[in-house]
């Protein structure tokens, strides 16, 4: 409770404290190494107005102060915003009670303790940690305000303030906010993470870890680098003791713990690539940190063990019990700090040992200057303006990648695929379906002129008339059913029925076979015509058509 | 040269287009026929420039020959075979500028598997394996160390970049690294994301195989068609780099002179 309260103390003084630090800034300066805070990225940051004087114009100071102000206190806007946040769908009564009753600033801080707490041994925090690591403090919040809650409602509001913090509702990226730059006279945007997801490939679920920003938040509007803000923690731990405000002074090393985390980090970030890449670390920063480990982190370690002696030696006079018991709790807190500072300036210290061991690494064959090294490739293209970089990309893609596959049009294809659709049309569940008919009208059905009967009277009759003759010509055989007494007996389409009685011996041998019949063709240039008296006409080779007995099986049968 | 000729280095064209494509089918059926043609490509000059020609009118490059196909590649993006976002599939469809971040993501997976540049001519079998997490760390340090000079760039020059030109560092820093919704929809993209999508992608084509030796964590290692084909890769995207700053270099050197043009003529 009471560590929170500073931090947000620190933070809502932020601003004020930044821009009444300007007359006792070199004095800092010489104590902070600000130019080691190279971790601040930030355009905006770097870009800000340096804090000069000299041209002594009001305004430019008032202009800078004030757009320095903005762009730090920017980054507790997520954490303010949460109170505007309201409980839209109450699904469970209890939620938007406790959403009420809640300090969600408070919670949010928790957040962000618990998150930097639980870095120190892992890359990051799962969201079910968080949320299990803060549900207690909330019940204990809720209970103090009154409130019953239940688990299910507890969760639901950490999880809500946890989702607003990494923004999971804007897909994870990063908040932004635009902010009026006075010196450059212009709106900026301010884009950041609080707490990011971080890849590490172990495990199914995601990490978060604090971004700068992130411990900026959480530890006031310093924006330091860790050990800069050891040390500014170690001022403030001997100046707390010496006011016996013991408390703060605890809540103080506490943050100075978390500090050394932080740089710890960095340290396990650099060894890696050491290990893995050593081309890509610059030996002057890695000599950098190692001065810095020699030089500020033992004077930081030596400090907090002065800061521990002295505790250790008020120890015995220290009036009242419980003022006692918590002078024991601050002198084991910077105890355990001193351990780690110590091993943090010896990991430093470490930092171009490790360097020189894996510096073989450098001596490997060098190019033959065939080709640009991958290297100096990545550097270019993370310079790249996006627009150009879309456009390298797609030539890029096009290039390396195998030639894409390209379907042509193919009709048959298409028919096909029609087809398919169709077929999965009438599946069992479409046919089950009745059709309704609307409008329907009976399918007419086609009727042949030449029905069976007659047809079977034109086979006899071309039957008997060979078997009587032997042989007769095509000419003569129409002309017979042509003549008034057949089609007095058969109708006026008999000749049209003897016509295609005869096609159908000519093109289907067993038909032929069947009525004893053989057609020949003697001579293909001889040709006939005649005009049928149901309007139509024969046209066509003058056949033959001969008797040949022993084939009729229908008689027989 | 015959017309059985000209049959043949279609043919040859048109297997290789499979091949390439990693179309298992079509290689397998025609394999005999495609070691013939490859030895004929291999001996005979003649046929091996009728071939050239061919790929030439189709707009395909040749990147390398192997025993069971040529590799090849389309010559432009602007080629009929040109492979395009979209067969990278639906992830990448979404936004125009989308290929700004699968130009570095490919760099990324480039600088992982040829550190030196020597690698690009190294055997395969030496080059080892990379994971997701080695692609994502070399990201991240580039991606910081650009948007650091560019900072440290405006300072100096005291000409700042156009605050609405992003670079490729930028956007890919304002990308979550991973993105614990990604299974919902619209939850938007991340590193990971990307970089899984891109890797399967290069798998399906037979540019890197896949190994699973641990439960959970793929490995991909290199195949010889990749490594030629990178090679034209970065090539491109190096010099696509020099002319891009000397492109803008002559804008500026024309907006200078009109500016100073137009001093004089208010003058």
């Known amino acids: 409770m009471d560590r929170c309260r500073v931090a947000w103390g620190t933070a809502s003084k932020g601003p004020q404290k930044i821009t009444s630090t300007n007359k006792i800034m070199p004095i800092q300066l010489d104590l902070i190494n600000f130019s080691t805070n190279s971790e601040n990225f930030e355009k905006g940051q770097s870009d800000g107005p340096p804090v000069t004087q000299t041209n002594g114009a009001s305004e430019t100071g008032l202009a800078t102060d004030v757009t320095r102000a903005v762009h730090s206190a920017l980054i507790m806007r997520p954490i303010y915003e949460l109170e505007t946040r309201r409980f839209l769908q109450t699904d469970s009564d209890d939620t938007s009670a406790i959403w009420q009753g809640l300090d969600l600033m408070w919670i949010a801080f928790a957040v962000l303790d618990t998150i930097s707490e639980l870095s120190e041994y892992q890359l990051g925090a799962t969201r079910e940690e968080v949320l299990e690591k ?52 212009r709106h900026r945007s301010r884009k950041f993470w609080l707490i990011k997801t971080v890849y590490t490939g172990q495990g199914q679920k995601a990490l978060f870890s604090l971004t700068e920003e992130g411990y ?17 923690g170690n001022l403030r731990i001997k100046l707390l003791i010496e006011r016996g405000n013991v408390d703060d002074a605890i809540s103080v090393a506490e943050g100075n713990r978390k500090q050394c985390i932080r740089k710890a980090l960095e340290i396990r970030h650099i060894r ?73 300036s010896a990991e430093l210290q470490h930092l171009p040992e490790d360097y020189h061991s894996h510096s073989h690494k450098l ?93 079977e009277q034109a086979f006899a009759m071309l039957h008997d008339t060979i078997r009587d003759k032997g042989e007769i010509r095509l000419s003569r055989l129409l002309e017979r059913s042509i003549s008034r007494e057949a089609v007095a007996e ?68 | 040269m015959d017309k059985n000729s000209f049959y043949d280095a279609t043919r040859l064209i048109y297997l290789s287009l499979a091949y390439s494509s990693g179309n298992k089918r ?30 030439r009118g189709m707009e395909l490059r040749l990147l390398a020959v192997a025993d069971n196909g040529l590799r090849l590649s389309a010559r432009s993006a602007d080629s009929f075979f040109a492979t395009t976002l979209t067969d990278y599939g639906k992830l990448m469809a979404r936004t125009d500028l989308k290929a700004a971040e699968v130009l570095p993501v490919h760099c990324a997976i480039a600088s992982a598997f040829f550190p030196a540049e020597s690698d ?21 340090r580039f991606a910081r160390a650009e948007v650091r000079t560019e ?72 195949t010889p068609a990749y490594q030629s084909a990178l090679r034209e890769g970065i090539v491109y995207s190096f010099h696509a780099f020099r002319d891009l700053v000397s492109e803008e270099q002559r804008r500026q050197d024309a907006a200078q002179s009109v500016e100073d043009e137009s001093d004089v003529s208010t003058q």
């Not at chain 1, 033992?298 to 018991?325: C, F, Y």
């Not at chain 2, 690294?177 to 999508?197: F, H, K, M, T, Y």
């Open chain 1, 134 to 185: 803060t549900h207690p403090l909330a019940r204990q919040q809720a209970i103090a305000s009154g409130l019953a809650p239940t688990d299910d409602g507890l969760y639901k509001v950490l999880g809500k303030v946890f989702d607003h913090l990494v923004n999971r509702e804007n897909r994870y990226l990063p908040f932004d906010y635009t902010y009026f730059d006075g010196t450059a006279n």
């Open chain 1, 216 to 232: 900026t938040a959480y530890f006031g509007l310093h924006e330091t680098s860790a050990l800069d803000a050891a040390a500014i």
């Open chain 1, 272 to 344: 890696r690539l050491i290990k893995r890449n050593i081309r890509t670390v610059d030996f002057e920063q890695v000599q950098a940190l190692a001065e810095e480990g020699i030089h500020q982190g033992t004077d930081i370690q030596k400090e907090s063990a002065r800061l521990h002696n002295m505790v250790i030696e008020n120890l015995p006079d220290s009036a009242g019990e419980k003022h006692g018991r918590r002078l024991y709790r601050l002198a084991d807190l910077l105890e355990g700090l001193n351990h780690q500072l110590m091993k943090l």
């Open chain 1, 363 to 455: 001596f490997r064959r060098r190019s033959s200057g065939a080709f640009p090294p991958m290297e100096q490739v990545m550097r270019r293209v993370f310079a790249i303006a996006e627009a150009d970089a879309a456009n390298v990309g797609t030539e890029f893609i096009a290039r390396i990648d195998p030639p894409g596959q390209r379907p042509i049009f193919d009709p048959a294809a298409v028919i096909e695929a029609c087809d398919r659709a169709l077929e999965r049309k009438n599946a069992a569940e479409d046919r089950r379906q009745t059709v309704v008919e609307v409008d329907g009208a009976s399918i007419e059905r086609f009727v042949p002129d030449l029905d069976e009967t007659i047809m």
């Open chain 1, 490 to 557: 058969f109708g006026v389409m008999f000749p049209d029925a003897m016509a295609m009685a005869v096609f159908q011996c000519v093109v289907e041998h067993r038909i032929a076979r069947l009525h004893q019949i053989r057609v020949e063709m003697p001579d293909p240039e001889n040709r006939m015509e005649r005009h049928l008296p149901a309007g139509r006409k024969y046209r066509g080779h003058e056949l033959h058509l001969q008797f040949q007995p022993g084939f009729r099986t229908h008689e027989n049968t």
């Open chain 2, 26 to 55: 079509i290689g397998t059926q025609n394999s005999t026929e495609m070691t013939e043609l490859i030895q004929r490509f291999q001996s005979e000059s003649a046929f091996r420039e009728m071939v050239d020609a061919g790929l």
């Open chain 2, 120 to 140: 690009l001519d190294a055997p395969v079998e030496d080059l080892g394996a990379i994971a997701v997490a080695d692609v994502i760390d070399i990201l991240r």
């Open chain 2, 151 to 222: 900072a440290s760039r405006s300072d100096d020059a005291d000409d700042p970049v156009h605050p609405q030109v992003k670079t490729v560092a930028r956007r890919l820093l304002e990308l979550p690294e991973e993105n614990p919704d990604q299974r919902r929809a619209g939850a938007g993209s991340s590193w990971v994301d990307l970089i899984g999508r891109i890797l399967e992608h290069m798998v399906e084509t037979g540019y890197l195989l896949a190994f699973e030796e641990t439960p959970g964590t793929v490995e991909y290692r290199p």
